[in-house]
């Protein structure tokens, strides 16, 4: 079945600067990656999301890329605020309304 | 509109207790699904419902573990026997079909702690 890993567990950067998170997936069937952003306690939140007709998607200031030959996607976060920092899993599912893969998550701080 | 919602938010078990954890999906949204998450883990797929019909129930970690939703809407999962390794926030989410088919809502959670 499909594994995703995720990198870094943890990051820190300081208010202004980008981050950037890692994950890469195991299933070559798999064409639906999200991203979700889980504050302390609270549900996960869908904030941007990619398929795998298209190798980039922006949303103000969030990105995500997807590299389907080397089976990676990455998310993206410039002039990042002390309100981004969260929990963030990135996720996979194969075509249809299947069930999503998890990474094991990113806990980004953004330091003012 | 409204989001998904579960009940109860939290919920203490003795060991070898049965609980029983409610969602209600986004209204119309055809599949509907359970995860758990552990403790500074990412969500683990349990199983997930099309309507009434259970299409997966692959993840769910032991026969303690059931679920249904005989109407096509609201879902409960069951634990039977709880043990401690049953402790985590278990996650409803919901998707509709169509274009947006993909996106899946997840509900608060239940907060599960069996002492």
């Known amino acids: 079945g499909e594994n995703v890993e995720q990198h870094p567990s943890t990051l820190s950067v300081q208010e202004g600067d980008s981050a950037v998170i890692k994950c890469t997936y195991s299933?070559?069937?798999?064409?639906?990656f999200p991203w979700y952003k889980q504050e302390l306690g609270k549900r996960p939140q869908l904030i941007i999301d990619?398929?795998?007709?298209?190798g980039e998607k922006k949303d103000q200031r969030i990105a995500v890329t997807l590299n389907k030959t080397a089976k990676h996607f990455s998310l993206h976060i410039t002039e990042t605020q002390p309100e981004d920092s969260a929990v963030y899993f990135c996720?996979?599912?194969?075509?249809?309304?299947?069930?999503?893969?998890f990474g094991k998550g990113t806990r980004l701080s953004v330091i003012a | 509109g409204a989001g998904v919602s579960q009940s109860p938010r939290y919920k203490v078990a003795k060991r070898g207790q049965d609980v029983a954890l409610r969602c209600d999906p986004i209204?119309?949204?055809?599949?509907l699904f359970w995860y758990q998450q552990a403790l500074g883990q990412g969500p683990e797929f349990l199983t997930y419902?099309?309507?009434?019909?259970?299409?997966?129930k692959s993840g769910l970690p032991s026969d303690r573990f059931f679920a249904e939703r005989p109407e096509g809407s609201v879902s409960t999962l069951k634990i039977q026997r709880t043990q401690q390794e049953d402790s985590a926030v278990y996650l409803c989410?919901?998707?509709?079909?169509?274009?947006?088919?993909?996106?899946?809502?997840f509900g608060p959670g239940t907060r599960l702690t069996v002492t």
């Open positions: 209204s119309g949204h055809v599949s």
């Open positions: 989410a919901s998707s509709t079909v169509g274009r947006s088919s993909y996106e899946q809502y």
């Open positions: 996720a996979a599912s194969t075509p249809g309304n299947t069930p999503l893969v």
């Open positions: 990619i398929r795998s007709n298209v």
């Open positions: 299933d070559s069937a798999s064409n639906y």
């Open positions: 419902f099309q309507n009434e019909a259970q299409l997966d």
